[in-house]
């Protein structure tokens, strides 16, 4: 069994996932060399908190040595009292938003976690929020508070809360492709209020806050993937975190309704990458997939998420690449090598980044 396989099945493990007779089976990892290898695959995947999980189920002959297993349970602590410290942020961020007369919701991070079974286990980031006002007002409130935060064509910086970076979305994301950019941005002005409607209460007693709903979620994190496959990277924590999701269920008028949307956004193809790998890592049932696993680009895909690590950091090119111009040729390369998989966006990447460049200008 090859390690990354024998990594796989940790993982599955501290994902509570079972075989269809009922079994977790359990990797036989050998020696301290092969646990330092998982361990390290664990944070190129920003999934340790997942992994200790794993760990944490296995009997005594089966752990790794006492060093690794007490590294493993002391950074998995501290991973949840970062989520813990997050939750708080949140509450605080959306309450200061909602007095000042802007309605919002939390995208991704800390309403993708309640899909967990253990949401303190999910390695928290910084916090976006999706701002349901337009551009301009949200940009110069961000910069009464943070006079030289950066505006982008989906959202500005804002001042850290507590030690955590937020951004506040005024788009929650974007396409390339200008004509199914169009048409999602006019979905998601449609759905905005539903999703500032739909509050859920984050653990550990922190408070209640807007998160999207399962619906929303199921393009809008479909979108965020796109997006980092063509910008830089994809890793297993975004695979992992729609797992979940798809793992809440959904009627078949739901799912009718889904891949009609996935197809007007042109996102239909990375969703079959996506079951493929949702079918490769986790043995996502049948019945949860959105539409049929596309095995050419999801083997791409998932060669892309084994190599490259959380949204491609570990990609040897990427950590080589440090200046503006070698960046911005990293990145035509990279459209170069997907054009025969997702052409759409790439052909259109350059062009969005040369209108994006006019964009900034103005704000």
Not at 71 to 94: H, T, Y
Not at 99 to 115: D, N
Not at 187 to 196: G, I, N, T
Not at 291 to 299: A, I, Q
Request: include cysteine; aromatic fraction near 12%; charge should be positive.
């Amino acid at each position: 069994m090859t390690p990354i396989r024998k990594f796989v099945l940790l993982l599955r493990r501290g994902m509570g996932l079972k075989t269809k007779d009922g079994q977790q089976p359990m990797p036989d990892i050998d020696g301290e060399e092969e646990w330092q290898l998982m361990m390290q695959l664990a944070k190129e995947q920003t999934v340790q908190g997942v992994m200790e999980r794993g760990i944490r189920m296995m009997t005594e002959e089966q752990r790794p040595p006492r060093k690794i297993y007490m590294g493993a349970f002391m950074l998995s602590e501290k991973i949840a009292k970062a989520n813990r410290k997050v939750d708080a942020a949140c509450v605080k961020v959306a309450a200061m938003l909602n007095e000042a007369g802007m309605p919002c919701c939390i995208l991704k991070g800390q309403g993708v976690a309640l899909t967990y079974p253990d949401p303190t286990a999910r390695v928290p980031g910084d916090i976006d929020v999706w701002v349901m006002a337009p551009p301009k007002q949200v940009i110069a409130f961000a910069r009464k508070a943070r006079p030289d935060a950066f505006a982008c064509y989906h959202h500005v910086e804002y001042a850290k809360c507590d030690g955590i970076e937020v951004e506040l979305h005024y788009r929650p994301a974007f396409l390339n492709n200008p004509i199914y950019n169009s048409r999602l941005q006019r979905w998601f002005f449609r759905e905005a209020s539903a999703q500032e409607e739909h509050r859920m209460e984050l653990p550990h007693g922190a408070g209640a806050v807007s998160v999207p709903t399962n619906a929303f979620n199921r393009i809008f994190q479909m979108v965020h993937i796109m997006d980092h496959v063509i910008h830089d990277g994809i890793g297993m924590r975004q695979m992992m975190d729609y797992y979940f999701l798809l793992r809440q269920g959904f009627t078949e008028e739901e799912l009718l309704h889904d891949v009609q949307l996935l197809r007007q956004f042109g996102l239909y193809h990375i969703t079959g990458a996506v079951m493929f790998v949702m079918r490769q890592l986790f043995a996502m049932p049948k019945r949860l997939l959105l539409v049929p696993p596309d095995e050419r680009r999801g083997t791409f895909l998932m060669n892309e998420i084994l190599y490259g690590g959380n949204f491609g950091h570990y990609n040897p090119q990427s950590m080589q690449a440090r200046t503006p111009w070698s960046k911005n040729m990293l990145r035509l390369k990279r459209d170069w090598r997907l054009l025969t998989i997702f052409p759409s966006e790439c052909l259109w990447e350059p062009v969005f980044r040369w209108w994006h460049f006019f964009w900034r200008q103005l704000h």
